[in-house]
């Protein structure tokens, strides 16, 4: 079935760039979401991606994406410790029962002063 | 300003109980969606509808139940409830195809 992989943890120093990765099984998908949890919230909507591009940038965030190897990852440049969160990729397909959307397990992202 | 309100934010209660928790939007989204997050398991989806009087389970629906008599509103009942349903639960609602806006969920202990 569908499935959305990311690796759990991510440590990195403030000022660098932080690349949190993702990948997903079905190629039929429309959209694909980065979400971002800050602790005790709900997840935010960070950026989004059609699957018919391969580069989204929004000032310090660029999504790339790669359909050949369903591959999707998020780069933040000059990570802040303000960025410190739990970072989910999710992607959304279209079926006959409407659009299903599948969330991967989270990226904790941890960044050092 | 639109926005997703979820209530309580924190509840204890007893196992065997009836819990209900409540989602209502203001966004005028047609879809609703209630997860659960659990430490290991990302997000679960445990019901979700797509409009008025629709209702459809999730991976993980035994044990819950919803209903959608309006479009602000998609609470989520848990029928006797079980420490295994010790969770923080989301709500969440999505005009079709675009992203979903989140509430700030509800952390429900069952003792």
């Known amino acids: 079935g569908e499935d959305v992989e990311q690796s759990l943890f991510l440590s990195v120093r403030e000022g660098d760039s932080s690349v949190i990765n993702c990948t997903y099984t079905?190629?039929?998908?429309?959209?694909l979401y980065w979400y971002k949890q800050e602790p005790g919230a709900g997840l935010q909507l960070l950026t989004y991606?059609?699957?018919?591009?391969d580069m989204k940038q929004d000032q310090r965030l660029t999504v790339l994406l790669n359909k050949k190897d369903k591959h999707l990852s998020l780069r933040i440049a000059d990570t802040q410790t303000g960025d410190s969160a739990i970072y989910f990729c999710?992607?959304?397909?279209?079926?006959?029962?409407?659009?299903?959307?599948?969330f991967g397990a989270g990226t904790r992202l941890f960044v050092k002063a | 300003d639109a926005e997703i309100t979820q209530s309580p934010r924190h509840k204890i209660t007893e196992t065997g109980r009836q819990v209900t928790l409540a989602c209502h939007q203001t966004?005028?989204?047609?879809?609703m969606f209630w997860y659960r997050q659990d430490l290991g398991h990302g997000l679960r989806l445990i019901h979700y509808s797509y409009g008025v009087h629709d209702t459809n389970k999730g991976e993980v629906s035994d044990g819950y139940s919803v209903s959608r008599s309006n479009t602000e509103d998609l609470p989520l009942t848990l029928e006797s409830a079980a420490s295994s349903q010790t969770s923080v639960y989301f709500c969440?609602?999505?005009?079709?195809?675009?992203?979903?806006?989140f509430g700030s969920g509800t952390r429900l202990t069952v003792v």
């Open positions: 966004w005028n989204h047609n879809n």
């Open positions: 969440a609602s999505s005009a079709t195809g675009d992203g979903y806006t």
């Open positions: 991606i059609f699957s018919n591009m």
């Open positions: 079905d190629s039929s998908s429309t959209y």
């Open positions: 999710a992607e959304t397909t279209a079926g006959t029962g409407g659009f299903k959307t599948i």
